[in-house]
């Protein structure tokens, strides 16, 4: 009983936020690509993180990762400094459609969010509701 | 053994409410950072949009909503002409549906609603003045409003520039259009609010927007959220264009 309990609670959690919307990424994939940082960009309103991912062959692409703006971000707990070049992380994301290396992780989009290399986690969840 | 369940029950119906129930609306206050909480049954054609049921468009509405290319919704394709872009206002209602927040402020003869989004600051007179009769086209209008009883709150607005969207899936509306805003405190942290579009010019009756909740976000702060044309046409070079292209 109290398993089932918990299943239908996930299935309404997810339910309840709206997708990001956009027609370039597909919203209904989450992808994990890991890779280090090149640069993280804070701005409005889009907020950017750009990365280089070892593909299967062993050669060097360079990921663009939308996010949100920085008041998104700052409300789900993080910095201008959250990242920074030569950090090793994966991102949980939505890749494009169209198979080139850009991508959407943010509010938008639950289940996306970033891991660092030592397990600790930015989600891009509202930390200010009560 | 039913009468002890019936004395818990009841003791934990108490409990439950004492915890649960919300402190009570100050009064003819709108104060505060407010946030619109997102509901299961908001769709992709309600992004940053009224949503509801949206009205038939006339001849000129019609003709307006086929030169729109959005980047969301039915009619979606990447790139697209999406004013917003571009950083070009985001103009009103849309801004109020966009996921951020805003601050009411209240002055002796104006309300002020600032958004996150741009750092738009909307004046909304309360001196009792009417609208003007044929306002020059604002990005966010000439709005007046009142308290027509100790919670709610009622806006009246007009003289939009009509180069804005009502939402990001596109949808038009003349400078003439009309908007009716109903703001409901109905407790503490819950305002519940409805929105009204008269514009005949473009829509063949008044558009019904879908209720809306809006919560109040005590640990939340206006950032200064300006689209910056250079920053946004960076980020467009490098990963909205390379999303849009065909496979």
């Given amino acids: 009983m109290k398993k089932q309990f918990t299943f239908v609670f996930l299935i309404s959690a997810s339910m309840l936020v709206a997708h990001h919307g956009n027609t370039a990424y597909d919203e209904t994939a989450r992808v994990r690509i890991k890779g280090v940082v090149t640069e993280f960009i804070w701005t409005n309103p889009h907020s950017q993180i750009y990365l280089d991912v070892k593909d299967s062959s062993g050669?060097?692409?360079?990921?663009?990762?939308?996010?949100?703006?920085?008041?998104?971000?700052?409300?789900?707990?993080?910095?201008?400094?959250?990242?920074?070049?030569?950090?090793e992380?994966?991102?949980?994301?939505?890749?494009?459609?169209?198979?080139?290396?850009?991508?959407?992780?943010?509010?938008?989009?639950?289940?996306?969010?970033?891991?660092?290399?030592?397990?600790?986690?930015?989600?891009?969840?509202?930390?200010?509701?009560? | 053994?039913?009468?002890?369940?019936?004395?818990?029950?009841?003791?934990?119906?108490?409990?439950?409410?004492?915890?649960?129930?919300?402190?009570?609306?100050?009064?003819?206050?709108?104060?505060?950072?407010?946030?619109?909480?997102?509901?299961?049954?908001?769709?992709?054609?309600?992004?940053?949009?009224?949503?509801?049921?949206?009205?038939?468009?006339?001849?000129?509405?019609?003709?307006?909503?086929?030169?729109?290319?959005p980047g969301y919704g039915k009619r979606a394709a990447p790139g697209g002409n999406d004013p917003i872009l571009q950083c070009d206002p985001m103009g009103f209602p849309r801004i109020l549906y966009f996921p951020t927040p805003f601050e009411f402020i209240q002055a002796p003869n104006r309300v002020l609603q600032m958004f996150e989004r741009d750092h738009v600051v909307r004046e909304i007179w309360?001196?009792?003045?009417?609208?003007?009769?044929?306002?020059?086209?604002?990005?966010?209008?000439?709005?007046?409003g009142k308290w027509v009883d100790d919670f709610t709150f009622v806006v009246e607005s007009t003289g939009y520039d009509d180069r804005t969207w009502l939402g990001a899936v596109g949808y038009?509306?003349?400078?003439?259009m009309r908007v009716e805003e109903r703001y409901q405190r109905v407790d503490r942290d819950t305002i519940n609010f409805t929105l009204k579009?008269?514009?005949?010019?473009?829509?063949?009756?008044?558009?019904?927007?879908?209720?809306?909740?809006?919560?109040?976000?005590?640990?939340?702060?206006?950032?200064?959220?300006?689209?910056?044309?250079s920053e946004e046409n960076s980020f467009t070079k490098r990963i909205r264009e390379p999303g849009a292209l065909s496979k």
């Fill in chain 1, 59 to 87: 050669k060097v692409v360079n990921w663009g990762v939308e996010t949100n703006s920085p008041g998104i971000l700052t409300r789900a707990g993080w910095t201008r400094r959250s990242l920074k070049a030569g950090d």
């Fill in chain 1, 89 to 130: 992380i994966t991102i949980i994301l939505c890749p494009a459609k169209n198979g080139q290396p850009v991508a959407y992780a943010g509010s938008g989009d639950p289940g996306t969010k970033v891991i660092f290399a030592d397990g600790r986690e930015l989600d891009f969840v509202d930390k200010t509701i009560q």
């Fill in chain 2, 126 to 144: 309360t001196d009792g003045r009417p609208l003007p009769n044929d306002p020059d086209p604002l990005w966010y209008g000439y709005s007046t």
């Fill in chain 2, 1 to 69: 053994m039913t009468k002890s369940l019936g004395i818990i029950v009841i003791i934990e119906s108490i409990l439950g409410l004492a915890v649960f129930a919300q402190p009570p609306a100050p009064k003819r206050d709108l104060s505060g950072v407010w946030a619109m909480q997102r509901t299961p049954e908001v769709t992709v054609e309600d992004t940053q949009s009224p949503g509801g049921e949206i009205p038939a468009l006339t001849q000129w509405g019609k003709a307006r909503y086929d030169l729109e290319k």
């Fill in chain 2, 172 to 176: 038009p509306h003349s400078e003439t």
């Fill in chain 2, 197 to 229: 579009i008269e514009d005949p010019q473009a829509y063949a009756k008044v558009w019904i927007a879908r209720p809306r909740v809006f919560k109040l976000r005590p640990k939340a702060e206006i950032r200064q959220g300006y689209c910056v044309a």
